[in-house]
């Protein structure tokens, strides 16, 4: 796929899904903004490793809403523009409804929901008027199988990335007449850090037996279906939920 001078920022770049998706945009010619919270070193590891020049690293905490514009100005600034936006960063916490105080409820969801659903919210707003003045650009969402099927022990992580379907769907009615494309990618369990410990032992084989392929994505298939809604000539699916589980979970 040819993205020769696009400029793109993938959030939650320096590791997992977010590292292979900057590498698959790399390699089609684009110029990258990897995004990191915490893990500078990571990210500094992921950008060595991009093929092709003009790549920078951004940092920003998308929890803080305050950030989130900054952010958007730091990418268009090392990359000369802005279009393609990844909302990748994400974070999946334990909060079992049975086994949590009412504060310790609250923290979770406070957590989740800001980093998951109101990041990218806040994100998008500033990274659509910049695209729409710019006379388009393609926003692509990472969601979750758990969006559809529920996750009994993280509800906020459920509920965050049903949201952010539903919310990317609002931006693809809102932004389709000034050419913004918005598109989501809805992986299963992918081998990353953010999984490892669940998929260890035989809860990882319980986890793999879930789909007939009797595996888990790698990073790179969820990066592919992702570099795929960004590319040309696709704009009909706007809107569009791309279900990556590997039959894990089927829906109609």
Not at 192 to 219: F, H, K, Y
Request: aromatic share 6%; charged share 15%.
């Amino acid at each position: 796929m040819d993205f020769q001078d696009k400029k793109v920022l993938v959030t939650g770049g320096s590791r997992g899904i977010g590292r292979a998706i900057a590498q698959e945009f790399a390699a089609g010619g684009a110029r990258v903004a990897v995004h990191y919270c915490s893990n500078q070193a990571a990210a500094e590891r992921t950008l060595a490793a991009l093929p092709g020049a003009g790549h920078s690293v951004v940092q920003a905490d998308v929890s803080v809403a305050e950030a989130c514009p900054a952010l958007i100005d730091a990418a268009v600034d090392a990359l000369g523009g802005l279009d393609v936006l990844v909302n990748n960063a994400g974070i999946f916490e334990l909060h079992r409804v049975l086994e949590l105080d009412y504060a310790q409820w609250q923290q979770a969801w406070q957590r989740t929901i800001h980093t998951n659903l109101i990041g990218p919210a806040n994100l998008m707003y500033c990274a659509s008027r910049r695209m729409v003045e710019n006379g388009g650009g393609k926003i692509i969402n990472v969601s979750s199988r758990g969006a559809f099927r529920g996750e009994p022990d993280a509800p906020a992580y459920g509920a965050s990335k049903a949201g952010l379907n539903s919310l990317s769907q609002s931006f693809a009615l809102a932004l389709a007449p000034h050419g913004v494309f918005v598109g989501v990618v809805a992986p299963g369990f992918v081998e990353t850090d953010m999984a490892a410990g669940q998929l260890e032992g035989a809860a990882g084989e319980e986890i793999r037996a879930q789909s007939p392929l009797d595996r888990v994505a790698r990073p790179s298939e969820i990066a592919r279906a992702v570099v795929f809604l960004a590319s040309e000539g696709i704009g009909y699916l706007t809107g569009c939920v791309i279900d990556a589980n590997g039959a894990s979970y089927l829906r109609t």
